[in-house]
T-cell receptor
Framework: GAVVSQHPSWVICKSGTSVKIECRSL??????MFWYRQFPKQSLMLMAT?????????EQGVEKDKFLINHASLTLSTLTVTSAHPEDSSFYIC????????????FGAGSRLTVL | AQTVTQSQPEMSVQEAETVTLSCTYD???????LFWYKQPPSRQMILVIR??????QNATENRFSVNFQKAAKSFSLKISDSQLGDTAMYFC??????????FGTGTSLTVIP
């Protein structure tokens, strides 16, 4: 079945630094990937839709200059949290939909970011 | 607007018993997909079951089955013979044409030994 690998699973950084999270589709091509943020005991909040070879589409209220998304290939999307602050601490999850049209989202295991 | 509502924030069930999680949605679309995802303590989102709106037959996956009522815009999940490993957050999700998913707020299910 479809597998999405997300790395790192856990990262701690100092305030003001940048952190990159990678999302890879291992056995399928993903023209579209999605980045979510999840607060404790809450649902997934869509941050942006990442499209291979073009600019990401950000949801209202999400700062595109803070959360940089790059989708340079059909198997890799990255989320970079720039100049991180403690309020950016959260659980970030990526997902991908196979371009074969299975209409199923496969999720990465998530990345827990803690900003000190 | 597309919305997904899960009215049960928390539920519990005795091991080996049956439990039903409710989900309603609002859409003007006619063709779409519905899903139940499970998020255990590991926080990995796992697909439980999927239903195409054009199919009248309810989807089943082993102990998991749905009751899909298109006219009522209802999509409940029934878990039979509940197991301890079923303890998780369960999210109902809706996908109209265009690939964007809409998630409900989740139901936290605890299976009691």
């Amino acid at each position: 079945g479809a597998v999405v690998s997300q790395h790192p699973s856990w990262v701690i950084c100092k305030s003001g630094t940048s952190v990159k999270i990678e999302c890879r589709s291992l056995d399928f091509q993903a023209t579209t990937m999605f980045w979510y943020r999840q607060f404790p005991k809450q649902s997934l909040m869509l941050m942006a839709t990442s499209n291979e070879g073009s600019k990401a589409t950000y949801e209202q209220g999400v700062e595109k200059d803070k959360f940089l998304i790059n989708h340079a290939s059909l198997t890799l999307s990255t989320l970079t949290v720039t100049s991180a602050h403690p309020e950016d601490s959260s659980f970030y999850i990526c997902s991908a939909s196979s371009s074969s049209g299975a209409n199923v989202l496969t999720f990465g295991a998530g990345s827990r970011l803690t900003v000190l | 607007a597309q919305t997904v509502t899960q009215s049960q924030p928390e539920m519990s069930v005795q091991e080996a018993e049956t439990v039903t999680l409710s989900c309603t949605y609002d859409t003007s679309e006619n063709n779409y997909y519905l899903f139940w995802y499970k998020q255990p303590p590991s926080r990995q989102m796992i697909l439980v079951i999927r239903q195409e709106a054009y199919k009248q037959q309810n989807a089943t996956e082993n102990r998991f089955s749905v009751n899909f009522q298109k006219a009522a815009k209802s999509f409940s999940l029934k878990i039979s013979d509940s197991q301890l490993g079923d303890t998780a957050m369960y999210f109902c999700a809706f996908m109209p044409a265009g690939n964007q998913f809409y998630f409900g707020t989740g139901t936290s299910l605890t299976v009691i030994p």
